[in-house]
């Protein structure tokens, strides 16, 4: 009985068609923070060291092979967590 209450619709009327359930607006708030402070991280970076100075680090971290593996961890946690960013706006449960 109610199964019949909760699907009832009157005559002439249209069914209610439910769309996928996209994450609440705190949700989506935390996931743009999340992106934005990532990649204003990357351009602050850029800003600091320039084209040349990145040249340099870059040299700098490669000549070991410790320096080179964290410098490679870092930079794929920064772009995982810009990828938990648009996960978490999307509302992919993984992310969270």
């Known amino acids: ?4 209450l909760r699907n009832s619709t ?3 009327a249209r ?6 359930i996209g994450a ?3 949700v989506m ?3 743009i923070a999340l ?4 990649c204003l991280d990357v351009v602050v970076l850029f800003n600091a060291f320039g084209v040349n100075g990145m040249h340099s680090f870059v040299n ?3 000549r ?3 320096l080179t593996g964290l410098f490679l961890a870092s930079l794929t946690m920064v772009f995982i967590e810009i990828r938990c960013g648009f996960g978490v706006m999307r509302a992919v449960p993984w992310t969270r």
């Open 10 to 12: 009157t005559v002439g």
């Open 1 to 4: 009985m109610s199964e019949i």
């Open 64 to 66: 070991a092979w410790d």
């Open 29 to 31: 708030i935390a996931g």
């Open 15 to 20: 069914p209610r068609v439910r769309g996928p």
């Open 60 to 62: 700098n971290n490669s």
């Open 35 to 38: 992106i934005t402070i990532h």
């Open 24 to 26: 609440p607006v705190a």
